[in-house]
């Protein structure tokens, strides 16, 4: 089993920056591939981004190629996206979710609470 808790959510205006972090327990960290989802209001949870077990390879959804960075720290167990030029539609709730394959599943292993990105115009 593996707890993950996200933070860093909140309310930004549009063209603004945030940094989510996903601190992971439990089972070994390293062994997971880690990724990122959203859901906004009405529409499915879809995949945001993505990153392999040692971080050499990443990948993203079109929508947020080259405004997120996403990245981890094996030592902090912590998965981190930094989403910068933020727009009103990245507003959602963001879940980090870890996987034992990679590219990541639409149905991951485990995922966390989940964490609110609001983005004002």
């Known amino acids: 089993q593996v707890q993950l808790v996200e933070s860093g959510g909140g309310s930004v205006q549009a063209g603004g920056s945030l940094r989510l972090s996903c601190v992971g327990s439990g089972r070994t960290f390293s062994n997971y591939a880690m990724g990122w989802f959203r859901q906004a209001p009405g529409k499915d949870r879809e995949f945001v981004a993505g990153i392999r077990w040692s971080g050499e390879r990443t990948h993203y959804a079109d929508s947020v190629l080259g405004r997120f960075i996403i990245s981890r720290d094996n030592a902090k167990n912590t998965v981190y996206l930094q989403m910068n030029s933020l727009k009103f539609e990245d507003m959602a709730v963001y879940y980090c979710?870890?996987?034992?394959?990679?590219?990541?599943?639409?149905?991951?292993?485990?995922w966390g609470q989940g964490t609110q990105v609001t983005v004002s115009s």
């Open positions: 979710a870890a996987d034992l394959v990679y590219p990541l599943s639409l149905r991951p292993l485990y």
